[in-house]
Every structure is written in structure tokens, then in C-alpha cells.
């Protein structure tokens, strides 16, 4: 990484890998295959805190009944999705049928301030290999080869597409709108969004 950048690995922190670890033994421990969703890289208010992406320590406490004693502050992008997996039909029946990843799980910060990984100089060399071997080891998990999501329609399907045109992991993956990009900007049509996604997950099943 650039000596500007600062790598944040929420797992480190013990109650995160804790509250995480329930988060995953809850929903998504058997063998039921599913497809995947990428979003692009641990927030400091969101995953960078719980470990689980797009879930702050209120969606995880509110929706997933996973107590937690974590700064309780809000994220917008999380708020988004839980209202989508609320749309869909809750928690349960959601992650029974899909996992959300990241191209990176973790986190990126340069002067305090959230950075994603394709804003990194040379980020295509730098995370080549890196976003591969997770990706490889992801696949195990029962992942459904033939479509996958990139969660955000700019940088982050532009990547995955590079990277699925070389290594071949996926038939297809189908692009959705960021939730920060449609809180901030699209906020009046949240809802067209929402059903957005839930039509094209549904599309899948």
C-alpha cells in the first residue's frame, strides 16, 4: 500500500470477529448453495466496525437480533440494504439464498476518510492477486457460478469484469446501484431502487 494509506482489518478487534462469527454461524451455517453479491470494500461505520458487509451495529442489533455492545452509529448504505432485505422478504430468507462479499474485506483509509480500493494507485496490480485467491476460496462455500452481483455500477463491475474476463469465475455478473450512491443523490427514489434490486435478485432464483 501507499505510505498514505491505512489498512483497516476489523477482525482484529475481538468483539467485531465475536458479533461477526455469530452473524455467520446464524445464517450461513450448512451447505444450501447461493449466489454472490460484491460490494467493494469495508466502511468505517459498517462492515470496518461489524465485520458483516453493508450491516452497522444498529441493522445487526434491529434486523439479525445479534446484540452488540458497538458504537451504535448509523450508515447510510446499510440502512439501504436492510430496507432491500426487508423488501425481499427479511434476514432469514435473504441469506439463505444469497451472500454478500467484498472484492476486498478490508478496509481503506487515507486521512481519515473512507477510501475505496479502486481510488489506489495502481490498484489493478496491487489487488489482482489478492481479490482472486479471496474469490477462489469463496467459491468453496457452495457459491453459484453462473451469475454473480457487483454491487455498484461504476468502478467496481468495471474491476470485476477485468478480472472475470481473465480467470473466468463467473457465466455472468450482473450490476446493481451502490446504496450510498442512491441514498446521497437518488434518496426521493429509494423505493425504485429497492425494487430494483429485489426484481433482479429474484431474477436469479
Given amino acids: 500500500m501507499p505510505k498514505d494509506v491505512e489498512v483497516m482489518n476489523p477482525y482484529k478487534q475481538p468483539e467485531t470477529f465475536e458479533v461477526a462469527s455469530q452473524f455467520y454461524h ?28 453493508f450491516t452497522d451495529p444498529i441493522q445487526l442489533e434491529v434486523h439479525c437480533q445479534i446484540k452488540n455492545e458497538l458504537e451504535k452509529k448509523p450508515e447510510l448504505s446499510s440502512r439501504f440494504i436492510y430496507e432491500m432485505i426487508q423488501a425481499f422478504g427479511g434476514p432469514k430468507d435473504f441469506y439463505a439464498k444469497f451472500y454478500i462479499s467484498a472484492v476486498s474485506p478490508l478496509g481503506y483509509v487515507r486521512n481519515g476518510i473512507n477510501l475505496n480500493y479502486y481510488d489506489i494507485m495502481n490498484y489493478k496490480a496491487l489487488f489482482e492477486s489478492y ?18 452481483f457487483s454491487i455498484g455500477k461504476g468502478e467496481n463491475i468495471k474491476f470485476l469484469n477485468w478480472l472475470n474476463n481473465k480467470h473466468q469465475f463467473f457465466q455472468e455478473i450482473i450490476p446493481l446501484p451502490h446504496p450510498r450512491w442512491v441514498m446521497q443523490y437518488r434518496l426521493k427514489r429509494k423505493d425504485t431502487f429497492v425494487k430494483e434490486y429485489v426484481d433482479a435478485l429474484n431474477g436469479v432464483l
Avoid: M, W
Fill in 26 to 53: 446464524k445464517y450461513y451455517h450448512d451447505e444450501h448453495p447461493r449466489f454472490i453479491c460484491f460490494c467493494i470494500n469495508p466502511g468505517r461505520f459498517g462492515a470496518g466496525v461489524t465485520g458483516v458487509p
Fill in 131 to 148: 481479490a482472486v485467491t479471496q474469490i477462489k476460496k469463496q467459491l468453496k462455500f457452495g457459491i453459484s457460478t453462473e451469475t454473480a
